[in-house]
Nanobody, 119 residues
Framework: QVQLVESGGGLVQAGGSLRLSCVAS????????MGWYRQPPGKQRELVAI???????KYAQAVKGRFTISRDNAKNTVYLQMNNLRPEDTGLYHC?????????????WGQGTQVTVSS
């Protein structure tokens, strides 16, 4: 079973940047698509970005041009570089393995990492 540990969140001013990391344990990391998701306060979890096993990427419209998802299979790690952050990017961020190209998550959730963007 793959276990996921997210890190890199924090408090940042609008316009700032953060880089999230998701380290996966287990033997299945090289194959599946991986996604980043976020849950804003009082709202449902939403898809932010996904990356296929070969590196193809897709983004939610709200983050296109500002966020970049990448993966390092040798390190079992998926990253989310977030630039030009906005207050509406605030939320609890999780990673998970997912279906390509729908982004439907398919594994167990980790604890996530909190991102708070102040105006």
């Amino acid at each position: 079973q793959v276990q996921l540990v997210e890190s890199g969140g924090g408090l940042v001013q609008a316009g700032g940047s953060l880089r999230l990391s998701c380290v996966a344990s287990g033997s299945t990391f090289n194959g599946p698509a991986m996604g980043w998701y976020r849950q804003p306060p009082g709202k449902q979890r939403e898809l932010v970005a996904i990356i296929g096993g070969g590196g193809t990427t897709k983004y939610a419209q709200a983050v296109k041009g500002r966020f970049t998802i990448s993966r390092d299979n040798a390190k079992n790690t998926v990253y989310l570089q977030m630039n030009n952050l906005r207050p509406e990017d605030t939320g609890l961020y999780h990673c998970n393995k997912c279906n390509w190209p729908t982004g439907t998550p398919g594994g167990s959730w980790g604890q996530g990492t909190q991102v708070t963007v102040s105006s």
